[in-house]
């Protein structure tokens, strides 16, 4: 059974930065594109970014590039975002997510075994 399990959300000050962790189970970790989205309240999800399978390339939404990195531990299985420069608008559920169809990869469409996700509020 896949199981993605994210951790790491909280309060966080304007400005301020965050490390969120994605841990997975029950999949081959190493072979798939996995995924950060992000949902705020009344809004649809959204595309963070994705460390993309084979070559452990980069991906980044335009809202957060220069101010988020991914990388991976293949051997911890975990998959890791780091926020930085936060602002309220930020505030979201994050999820993460392994893309399991062929499609684009900043696609909601295209991923599956999504984590229940974890809070991330930027306030002061």
């Known amino acids: 059974q896949v199981q993605l399990v994210e951790t790491g959300g909280g309060l966080v000050q304007p400005g301020g930065s965050l490390q969120l962790s994605c841990a997975a189970s029950?999949?081959?970790?190493?072979?798939?594109?996995m995924g950060w989205f992000r949902q705020a309240p009344g809004k649809e999800r959204e595309f963070v970014s994705a460390?993309?399978?084979?070559?452990?390339?980069?991906w980044y939404s335009g809202s957060m590039k220069g101010r988020v990195t991914i990388a991976n531990d293949n051997a911890k299985r975990t998959v890791y975002l780091n926020m930085y420069r936060l602002t309220p608008e930020d505030t979201a559920v994050y999820y993460c997510a392994t893309q399991v169809h062929d499609g684009p990869i900043d696609s909601t469409s295209s991923y599956g075994n999504w984590g229940r996700g974890t809070q991330v509020t930027v306030s002061s």
């Open positions: 029950g999949l081959p970790f190493s072979s798939y594109t």
């Open positions: 460390i993309r399978w084979p070559d452990d390339s980069p």
